[in-house]
C-alpha cells in the first residue's frame, strides 16, 4: 500500500512564500505523475499542478507564474513552491499520484493566507 504525506501548510501573510512537499511512503515505487489539487472553502477541488516522470509541468492558469512544482531525483517526493500568496490561494492541498491506472491521494496539508 502506497501512502503520500504531504507537509509544509502553514498561516502566511498575502505575499508570502510557502512550500509543499508530498512523500511516498513506499520506495522503488515510480509514478507516472504527481501533482497537487486544492480544494478551498465551499469550492470544489481543483487541479493545481503536475510533474510528469519525464519532467515535464503544468499548471493552473490561476498559479501559473507564481508557483513551482518540482521532485527529488528518485521521484519519491515532490514540491511546490508558492510564492506571491494571495488570499485566494487559501485551501487545503492535496498531493495526487498516478501509476498502473490508480490515483493515489494524501490526507492534505492546510494553507492559510492572511490578507
Known amino acids: 500500500q502506497v501512502q503520500l504525506v504531504e507537509s509544509g501548510g502553514g498561516l502566511v501573510q498575502a505575499g508570502g512564500s510557502l512550500r509543499l512537499s508530498c512523500a511516498a511512503s513506499?520506495?522503488?515505487?515510480?509514478?507516472?505523475?504527481m501533482g497537487w489539487y486544492r480544494q478551498g472553502p465551499g469550492k470544489s477541488r481543483e487541479w493545481v499542478a503536475t510533474i510528469t516522470l519525464n519532467g515535464n509541468t503544468g499548471y493552473a492558469d490561476s498559479v501559473k507564474g507564481r508557483f513551482t512544482i518540482s521532485r527529488d531525483s528518485a521521484y519519491t517526493t515532490v514540491f511546490l513552491q508558492m510564492n506571491s500568496l494571495e488570499p485566494d490561494d487559501t485551501a487545503l492541498y492535496y498531493c495526487?499520484?498516478?501509476?498502473?491506472?490508480?490515483?493515489?491521494w494524501g490526507q492534505g496539508t492546510q494553507v492559510t493566507v492572511s490578507s
Open positions: 495526487n499520484a498516478f501509476q498502473g491506472g490508480l490515483y493515489y
Open positions: 513506499r520506495s522503488g515505487f515510480t509514478f507516472s505523475s
